[in-house]
């Protein structure tokens, strides 16, 4: 018997040692592992004081906060919040895309209140002062003969460093001038995301959760590989591979590759194996909150935000990224199952045990939770976390 495994569905990338080694783990029993066992102090899941710190830090990282399918043409924006931040994100004229502080310079209103259209100028509601979309720069002011002489130079909008790689929108509100996001990606995170086409498509599905629960214990639950067959009995944990993975480091992110149940079968069975991509998922991390994980028809793409109000609560999206090319009815069949499955897991099983977690954090925070040497996904989270707040995380 023997099947051919080597077919790389259009979304799908597996390297060959990839899929070498998690087939060797699968007999072998093994996993990838990390050198010793994490503990993290409770207290990181309830501190106002370390919650504030890690807001801090990733205001000087790219954050991944917009899809280019979601302003296609110039003019076109989105108002998001980011950290507590309002930030208006513009299509260009010239095709380039730009976040700019959501504030005017007058007396900080908002220059624009909707969640999402299409603009050639912004104007605050307030008291009428315009802004171009390009620029941002001041363009109107009404009454202006009543106020001192307004320098146009520099009384713009507040710009944000914004970049758009593989169709991915980053904002980066340090405005560090240095790091390029292809520098803070990197190459092997370049050429995982390559292949998925992101640029050619388009949010397929949305939807935002607001969780009582700190936002790493959402990462984790997220990217957790020893849970499966206990938390998700009957449903996602027969589907997937409990405690085996093969874990790429990329930097600051990351990624697990895991197996299909279905391929440990083929491999009891003695099936020939060549590539294995079929039954092989991966879930890239783009440090620090953003996820990306690759099925064949979609990728469902993650981002977990702290909530500024309190360490107890984060806001989560999750997006289904589509190439419209490929939606048929049956497609769209598959993508409501998948939703289907993917709600069922998070809402019903994944964030309750957080929640557990949580309240369990907040009556107990003196101790310390473990990450085990297989958790190597979640320890490479928090240990970047560590690194990075102690300001040597490179
Ligand atoms: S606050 Fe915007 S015009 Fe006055
Ligand atoms: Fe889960």
Not at 42 to 62: D, N, Y
Not at 277 to 301: Q, R, T
Not at 368 to 392: I, K, P, W
Request: include cysteine; glycine fraction near 8%.
């Amino acid at each position: 018997m023997s099947e051919d495994l080597s077919e790389v569905k259009r979304d799908v990338r597996v390297q060959a040692d990839v899929s070498a080694r998690l087939i060797t783990h699968l007999r072998d029993d093994t996993t990838d592992l990390a050198d010793q066992d994490l503990h993290v102090p409770i207290e990181h899941f309830v501190s106002p004081v370390r919650a504030k710190a890690e807001i801090a830090l990733m205001k000087t990282l790219p954050l991944l906060v917009a899809h280019c399918s979601e302003i296609p043409n110039a003019g076109d924006f989105v108002t998001r919040e980011v950290l507590g931040v309002a930030l208006l994100i513009v299509r260009q004229s010239a095709g380039g895309v730009q976040a700019y502080l959501n504030m005017c310079r007058h007396r900080g209103g908002r220059v624009e209140t909707k969640p999402s259209g299409s603009k050639r100028v912004f104007m605050c509601q307030y008291h009428g002062w315009s802004y171009e979309r390009d620029s941002g720069a001041l363009r109107n002011v009404p009454y202006e003969s009543s106020f001192d002489q307004i320098d146009r130079g520099c009384n713009g909008l507040h710009r944000y460093k914004t970049e758009q790689r593989h169709g991915l929108i980053f904002v980066d509100m340090s405005n560090d001038r240095e790091r390029s996001l292809a520098d803070y990606l990197g190459g092997e995170v370049d050429a995982q995301i390559t292949p998925w086409e992101l640029e050619k498509s388009s949010i397929y599905l949305e939807r935002t959760f607001t969780l009582d629960i700190n936002w790493k214990l959402v990462m984790d639950g997220a990217i957790d590989i020893l849970h499966p067959r206990f938390l998700h009995v009957g449903g996602v944990g027969e589907l997937i591979e409990t405690n085996v993975g093969v874990y790429r480091r990329y930097g600051r992110h990351g990624q697990h590759f895991g197996a299909r149940t279905k391929l440990r079968k083929l491999i009891k069975a003695g099936v020939e194996l060549n590539g294995g991509s079929k039954y092989i998922g991966s879930n890239l991390v783009i440090y620090p909150n953003a996820m990306m994980i690759a099925a064949p028809d979609h990728i469902e793409f993650w981002t977990v935000w702290p909530s500024i109000e309190s360490p107890s609560k984060s806001i989560t999206q999750i997006r289904f990224l589509v190439r419209s090319e490929i939606l048929t009815p049956e497609i769209e069949k598959r993508l409501q199952k998948s939703w289907e499955i993917l709600e069922n897991a998070a809402t019903k099983e994944d964030w309750p045990m957080e929640r557990y977690i949580q309240q369990n954090a907040e009556a107990a925070p003196d101790g310390m939770f473990r990450y085990g040497r297989s958790e190597v996904s979640c320890q490479h989270l928090h240990l970047q976390l560590a690194a990075d707040l102690a300001g040597n995380g490179g």
